[in-house]
């Protein structure tokens, strides 16, 4: 086994066969026909480019990822840009055939990008690069995108956001790539796709086509001829053959105890796939997408329209909706805040609500009406305080009997929070005697417990979700939980994760929530645990002393 | 001609989302107008050209409109810069 080290750009853990990209250099090497002709040839690949990023973007937002279709859609929008076919068009009249215009024109505004100092406008090289590949491949009579026929690990020296987006997520279960970092949009796209990337890796260093692989995009490992054990315990995923025969069926662990499995969503278009891939219930049904995008706050029929929707396609499966989770990476631009220069720990999630009580009241009776066509539960983020959650319950409860004065009565409904501030899990005992339920959103109970930044790259080695300060964080709430009879979920990447299966099952943890494309290896992962060894190997966890040491307990 | 200088105070500086928006806003007028950072000059209304100048945060540019309607081009573009939070 040899093993490759880069830097993680999106999580999770895959196996397949590795299968290089290499960029075709075919360009200039054909005699320019006369101009007229060459720029006809360029008007007709721009129109066929963007239709094709049209489908794509298309394609992007009925799976609910509307800021990554936004690319595209911007990229279609670049495509158009006057000044810029003036650019190729003038170097098609000094005599270059279409394609090698289009490709000094694109590749020059790549290095221009490149050249300058902020990130933002560095990673913007790549684009331009997609693009002119793009052009170049229409030119040429071929679609830009590589049959694949098997699970594949693919790597590239760089790899262009539509490259990603268009690889058979059938086949498709990794990707490892020399250029890009975790804000480069190749990565926003592998993350939203649900497929591991680890990039910074020398591609002297790429292994020959149809080798063995195991990638590991959460810490970056990239494994070549893993040893056996590896290769089995990372299993298949879904995809080869279909879903696994037991992906559908509920899951208990080897000494019985049953352990429920929902999906985190982020729309309600997502909700059937989740169900169809074997989610019991919605563990987070993410409300963003509603609030972003757009100019001003969405109204209550549009709200109740979506989370009808969804609870409709769950027929009675639990869905539990989280307010508005606005401010830190995720601003509005209709909030007119300014600029803050800690987000993350400024004015956010049920903070903004609370201040905008008119919003959080229109959200509650959307959600209220909904209940009526499922079992809805609803979800406050990042609470700190005991004040916010009885704040927060009391225009509940004043929306519940208004609506019952307008002849829509409503039942009770489980009213939760996440725990996702260390504050939080600290005074759990207070919180558990005032909600129905707890849910960990364990990404910002970790970047919180570590006062490490999830978006920086600077501190990513900090940011570790296996450090123990976050179990005992952890380990602190669930017992206040026990205590007070109430149910826990979890609903972070953590639950996405197999390695962290039996710890959490240990912990007393009712219901994991997990990404769509995770529910097959968690189900598996939970099957395989037998309670009285996990809960052995938890007391050790929460007394290690490192991350490391943590970890070592898991294989 | 109408000149205003204006200062980029977001964090990320005029890049491709913030360069789509600002055209969005320029189409809407007949002026030519145009924006300068430094030495290099773009044509408002292009997307690729207001990212080719680079203007990172912090940036002084100056925005300039030429014909019937620049007075109210330079007020509506200028409101929306200093409107950007990220």
């Not at chain 1, 037991?246 to 662990?253: C, F, L, V």
């Not at chain 1, 305080?385 to 927060?392: C, G, I, Q």
């Not at chain 1, 007393?508 to 996990?534: P, T, Y």
Request: glycine share 10%; with cysteine; charged share 25%.
């Amino acid at each position: 086994m040899r093993c490759l080290t880069g830097r993680p750009a999106s999580p999770g853990r895959a196996r397949g066969y590795s299968l290089t990209l290499r960029p075709t250099e075919s360009v200039a090497s054909r005699p320019a026909g006369d101009p007229a002709g060459e720029g006809l040839r360029l008007e007709e690949a721009i129109s066929t480019a963007q239709t094709e990023l049209a489908t794509l973007a298309q394609r992007l937002e009925e799976r609910g990822s509307r800021d990554e279709a936004e690319i595209f859609r911007v990229h279609a929008q670049l495509l158009g840009d006057a000044e810029l076919v003036k650019e190729i068009r003038e170097l098609i009249a000094s005599g270059r055939p279409a394609e090698a215009a289009i490709h000094q024109a694109l590749e020059e505004m790549a290095r221009a990008m490149e050249s300058l100092e902020e990130e933002v406008f560095r990673q913007r090289g790549a684009d331009f690069r997609d693009l002119a590949q793009r052009l170049t491949a229409i030119l040429a009579g071929r679609t830009a995108t590589t049959e694949l026929t098997g699970p594949t690990i693919i790597f590239a020296r760089e790899l262009t956001p539509s490259q990603t987006a268009e690889l058979d997520p059938r086949f498709c279960r990794g990707l490892v790539t020399y250029a890009g970092g975790s804000n480069s949009h190749a990565s926003i796209v592998a993350r939203a796709l649900g497929i591991p990337a680890v990039c910074g890796v020398d591609p002297g260093q790429f292994p020959p086509d149809g080798t063995p692989v195991v990638i590991d995009g959460s810490d970056g490992r990239v494994s070549l001829e893993p040893e056996n054990r590896l290769w089995v315990e990372v299993g298949a995923g879904e995809g080869e053959g279909g879903y696994g025969s037991g992906d559908r069926e509920p899951a208990h662990t080897v000494t019985g105890e049953r352990v429920r499995v929902f999906a985190n969503v982020a729309g309600p278009a997502e909700v059937a796939g989740a169900v169809e891939a074997g989610a019991e219930g919605i563990g987070l049904f993410r409300t963003e997408f509603l609030f972003m995008g757009r100019g001003d706050w969405p109204s209550e029929e549009e709200q109740y329209q979506a989370y009808r929707r969804a609870a409709e396609a769950l027929g009675g499966r639990p869905l539990i909706i989280r307010t508005l989770d606005a401010g830190g990476d995720k601003t509005l631009p209709y909030l007119g805040v300014a600029d803050q220069a800690n987000p993350f720990l400024g004015w956010r999630a049920i903070r903004i609500s609370l201040d905008r009580p008119q919003q959080l009241i229109t959200q509650f009776r959307a959600i209220l009406r909904a209940s009526h066509h499922g079992d809805l539960r609803v979800m406050l983020p990042m609470v700190t305080t005991v004040d916010e959650v009885e704040s927060a319950r009391r225009l509940w409860d004043e929306v519940r009997a208004a609506l019952a004065g307008e002849g829509v009565e409503t039942g009770p409904i489980p009213f939760g929070i996440m725990i996702e501030v260390p504050a939080a899990a600290l005074i759990a005992d207070h919180l558990a005697s005032r909600v129905d339920f707890f849910s960990f959103g364990t990404n910002d109970l970790t970047q919180y417990a570590l006062a490490a930044d999830r978006m920086s790259p600077l501190v990513a080695d900090v940011y570790q979700p296996y450090h123990p300060a976050v179990w005992r964080l952890m380990k602190m709430a669930c017992d206040a939980a026990r205590q007070t009879g109430i149910e826990v979920g979890i609903c972070g990447e953590l639950g996405s994760d197999p390695r962290a299966i039996p710890l959490l099952v240990a912990l007393g943890i009712d219901e994991i929530s997990c990404r769509a494309s995770a529910l097959g290896a968690v189900k598996r992962a939970i099957r395989a645990v037998d309670s009285a060894i996990a809960a052995a190997r938890l007391e050790r966890a929460l007394n290690a002393s490192t991350a490391a040491e943590l970890m070592a307990l898991l294989d | 001609m109408k000149r205003l200088p204006v200062t980029l105070t977001n964090p990320t500086g005029l890049h491709l989302r913030k360069a789509r928006n600002l055209t969005e806003a320029a189409a809407q007028f007949n002026s030519d107008i145009t924006v300068t950072y430094g030495e290099r000059t773009a044509n408002a209304k292009s997307i690729y050209a207001l990212l080719k100048i680079g203007a990172p945060h912090g940036a002084e540019i100056v925005l300039e409109a030429d014909g019937a309607d620049e007075d109210a081009a330079l007020a509506c573009l200028v409101e929306i810069i200093r409107g950007w939070v990220d």
